[in-house]
């Protein structure tokens, strides 16, 4: 069955505090792994999709990284505004385009 | 450039009472599904559809149907809403990359 968990549930930061974020997964044919930023009473917005192991993107103080079994989600001097919950998904074998969900990690960062 | 349009954003319910969510996209995209958050719950998959006339079931799909007549519109029925009912809904789309997700519906089930 595949299976999407993060950790830690939640992160407390100070600004400029680097960190990383854990997205560990099964999945029979790996189709893409996909990390989601949400703000408060807000949906999902999309950041990276990943496809294969080493692959690796990078967006302003963001950069996600794949391994074969997990993804990571480095935060490099993060700022108050980086704060938000962060959702970590993957699109399994098949055509269906379903995506499973982890419960996510809600980041904090304090001035 | 609309994206992915949920209607309405709040809603409260009655028990017993029945409702429908509406789902909008302006992308074409074939793929559109259903999720509900809940605390500590993440992201679950209600129904799914992969194109005008296909649905199938997700993760949680009791007490809810769906029905895709065109390739825009993908709404969400309550049949017969329950308190374990309450929770955000949100609406997502995509064609074979990235999902697009609507703002969400709270919804409030008393």
């Known amino acids: 069955e595949d299976q999407v968990t993060q950790s830690p549930e939640a992160l407390r930061l100070q600004e400029g505090e680097s960190s990383s974020l854990n997205c560990s997964y099964t999945?029979?044919?790996?189709?893409?792994l996909f990390w989601y930023r949400q703000d408060p009473g807000k949906g999902p917005e999309f950041l990276f999709t990943?496809?294969?192991a080493g692959e690796e993107k990078e967006k302003e103080r963001l950069k996600a990284t794949l391994t074969k079994k997990e993804s990571f989600l480095h935060i490099t001097a993060p700022k108050p505004e980086d704060s938000a919950t962060y959702l970590c998904?993957?699109?399994?074998?098949?055509?269906?385009?379903?995506?499973?969900f982890g419960q996510g990690t809600t980041l904090q960062v304090k001035p | 450039n609309a994206g992915v349009t949920q209607t309405p954003k709040f809603q409260v319910l009655k028990t017993g009472q029945s409702m429908t969510l509406q789902c909008a996209q302006d992308?074409?995209?074939?793929?559109m599904s259903w999720y509900r958050q809940d605390p500590g719950m993440g992201l679950r998959l209600i129904h799914y559809?992969?194109?005008?006339?296909?649905?199938d079931q997700g993760e949680v799909p009791n007490g809810y149907n769906v029905s895709r007549s065109t390739t825009e519109d993908f709404p969400l029925r309550l049949l017969s809403a329950a308190p374990s009912q309450t929770s955000v809904y949100f609406c997502?789309?995509?064609?074979?990359?990235?999902?697009?997700f609507g703002q969400g519906t709270r919804l409030t089930v008393v």
């Open positions: 997502a789309s995509s064609w074979n990359t990235e999902a697009f």
């Open positions: 999945v029979s044919g790996l189709r893409g």
């Open positions: 990943l496809y294969s």
């Open positions: 998904a993957v699109r399994g074998g098949g055509n269906t385009g379903k995506l499973i």
């Open positions: 992308m074409n995209h074939e793929y």
């Open positions: 559809s992969v194109g005008a006339g296909i649905t």
